[in-house]
């Protein structure tokens, strides 16, 4: 079995904002795998699914970001889930908007979804798609940080928003099928 987490923010306020971006890829691979997401469990939304002949149990943490990693944790020992067949799709200030990017490991880079997952699951081997927000640019950017990812998708980027997390279910996907080095191969070099 393979655990699929999206991060995001539980909640119809957030529904759409750049931080949920990684709920919204897994709504997408939901459907591919013709699972929902039925139960409450370890502070989280979870369902069971196949994609590729492999089993996936899929999480939404309802944990708000910055304690995600709990969520993850507990399922991924509940189920007996290798750190490394655990993948976190979640929004990536520092990739321009559309860009994606499929990795093992790595460091948080002051994503705080990142840090409680590293923290929670001991280390940080676990597979990610990087899904490219871009970020504000200009005085104050930093300042504004927390703002801009708490904000929803600007009319330019909704318009392309549905392919981009097509491209990130298809990461995702691909991995489970082919395998790390192969959807890499094959994804990275596109993006």
Request: aromatic letters at 6%; glycine letters at 12%.
């Amino acid at each position: 079995m393979k655990l699929i987490c999206g991060l995001g923010n539980p909640g119809r306020e957030y529904e759409r904002h750049r931080h949920n971006v990684g709920f919204m890829v897994v709504d997408a691979l939901l459907s591919r795998a013709r699972a929902e997401l039925t139960q409450d469990k370890f502070q989280a939304r979870v369902g069971q699914g196949s994609l590729g002949g492999e089993r996936i149990l899929f999480v939404e943490p309802q944990t708000y970001m910055n304690l995600s990693g709990r969520s993850v944790a507990e399922a991924a020992r509940f189920y007996k889930v290798a750190v490394q067949d655990v993948l976190v799709v979640h929004d990536e200030l520092d990739l321009p908007f559309g860009r994606l990017q499929l990795k093992a490991g790595g460091g948080a880079g002051g994503h705080n979804g990142l840090k409680s997952m590293v923290q929670c699951l001991g280390e940080d081997a676990f597979i990610r798609v990087r899904v490219g927000i871009g970020k504000p640019e200009g005085p104050n950017a930093k300042e504004r940080v927390a703002g801009y990812v708490l904000s929803n998708f600007d009319d330019g980027e909704r318009r392309q928003l549905e392919e981009l997390i097509g491209k990130a279910a298809d990461m995702a996907e691909s991995w489970v099928r082919d395998g790390l080095a192969t959807a890499m191969n094959r994804h990275n070099r596109r993006a």
